[in-house]
């Protein structure tokens, strides 16, 4: 059996992490045992979750590791009915997910002081599950912020103002919401990988503790909160897979 290798749930989300999460629902969708651990990030191959053990292999990265569990376990969510042009849609709408969103879900945790306020807690609590000293903690969530901050401003998303970054969110999430349509899923009426990716990213922002106007689109668009809701019910209300 696998490990996946985390971080803590959190208020009403299986993992702080967007990409922990895609990676559990994928697991989940494509009925592929695992347990869970909390991660030691000193021995994660790229220094992030999530990363697995599959026998004496550690990999990092979501979609590393979704290509190759297909690779050893076959198409599980059949993802190979779906076109040339249908494929290159579902990458497109990957990146707007994990290469856009992600960035404006990371600014709205990490870099204004009362966001990341609301978020240290859950910081705190990560650290002492993962066995950091009470007293060592405060400079290694102070550290982890830099870096954090860092990546955002030379990724880009921190070098707008605050309100511009707001306009980019719910610009995200407008094109999500009309993307999915009535469509009980984003590629159709059967659930594929790229509903795992959306699903780690948008219940981060339905279901996490910040209020904010990201936050205020994705709940008035009945669409995404119904099929959150959707992937919650059908691959999270019976517990873990084992």
């Not at 509903?195 to 981060?204: C, E, K, P, R, S």
């Amino acid at each position: 059996m696998i490990t996946v290798y985390k971080t803590i749930p959190s208020w009403d989300l299986p993992d702080l992490s967007p990409f922990v999460i895609k990676l559990e629902t994928w697991l989940r969708m494509a009925h592929i045992p695992y347990r869970t651990e909390v991660a030691d990030m000193r021995k994660a191959p790229k220094g992030k979750v999530p990363f697995i053990s599959d026998g004496d292999r550690l990999i990092a990265d979501s979609s590393a590791i979704i290509e190759h569990l297909e690779a050893k376990h076959g198409d599980r969510l059949e993802d190979a009915r779906f076109s040339p042009a249908e494929r290159a849609v579902a990458r497109a709408m990957k990146s707007l997910f994990e290469a856009d969103l992600y960035f404006v879900i990371a600014y709205l945790r990490w870099w204004n002081d009362e966001d990341f306020a609301i978020y240290r807690p859950a910081l705190a609590r990560l650290a002492e599950a993962s066995g950091v000293p009470k007293l060592v903690a405060p400079a290694l969530l102070a550290y982890m912020r830099r870096q954090t901050r860092q990546q955002l401003v030379a990724q880009g998303t921190a070098r707008h103002a605050r309100e511009e970054v707001y306009a980019m969110g719910r610009a995200h999430v407008v094109a999500v919401s009309d993307f999915l349509g009535d469509k009980r899923f984003f590629m159709g009426d059967e659930p594929s990988t790229l509903d795992a990716t959306a699903y780690g990213m948008l219940a981060g922002i339905l279901w996490g503790p910040w209020d904010n106007p990201v936050r205020a689109c994705a709940a008035s668009r009945a669409n995404l909160v119904g099929f959150c809701e959707r992937m919650r019910e059908r691959y999270w209300s019976g517990g873990p897979v084992s």
